[in-house]
């Protein structure tokens, strides 16, 4: 606990945990993110928080496509490589392992359960250091079985990215 109760309660949330994929041309990335969730059931609509100054931000907002790329909890050394920024970590893709979405042609990383695709359909400018960027679901894979209750999530990391 620290001594400020709203970063305590956002931290409280169970926030799960993925890899956002981006292609602009030849140009392909992958991120942690764990700000994701549905957002309208018809047209199925997603919301993911993306920090302006990332260089998945610049991907996504130019390309205009993402992947969301969920994991099995036993699978979380597949979402390590991509931990660090492209500005840190300019080569991170250079051995990554990865089919492309059929409908988008992101990433699908080695190792993901499912995924989904999404083109996006708005952008917005919230004010904050990150922008939520709209994405409409346009295509999905099951790679592994599993539900919900198997899903990589960020407690089971003992990471923290809230407050
Ligand atoms: C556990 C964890 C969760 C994260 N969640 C988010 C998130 O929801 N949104 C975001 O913009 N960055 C998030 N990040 C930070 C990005 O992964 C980080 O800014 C990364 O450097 C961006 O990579 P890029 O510049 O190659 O796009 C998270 C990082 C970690 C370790």
Redesign the pocket.
């Known amino acids: 606990m620290s001594d400020d109760p709203i970063k305590d309660v956002l931290r409280r949330l169970p926030y799960g945990?993925y890899s956002i994929t981006s292609r602009m041309d030849d140009e392909i990335?992958a991120?942690?993110?764990?700000?994701f969730s549905q957002i309208s059931f018809e047209p199925q609509l997603v919301a993911i928080?993306?920090?302006k100054t990332?260089?998945?931000y610049k991907l996504i907002s130019l390309g205009k496509v993402f992947i969301v790329n969920v994991f099995n909890k036993k699978e979380v050394g597949a979402i390590k490589p991509f931990?660090?920024?492209?500005?840190k970590s300019p080569d991170k893709m250079k051995d990554a392992m990865f089919t492309e979405g059929p409908i988008t042609g992101c990433p699908i990383l080695e190792g993901a359960a499912a995924y989904l695709e999404c083109k996006v359909s708005a952008i917005h400018d919230v004010g904050g250091d990150?922008n939520i960027i709209v994405g409409e679901v346009v295509g999905a894979g099951r790679i592994k079985p599993g539900d919900a209750k198997d899903s990589l999530t960020?407690p089971d990391l003992g990471?923290s990215?809230a407050g």
């Open positions: 945990l990335n991120m942690v993110l764990n700000w928080a993306v920090q990332s260089y998945s931990i660090k920024g492209h500005s990150h960020l990471w990215y």
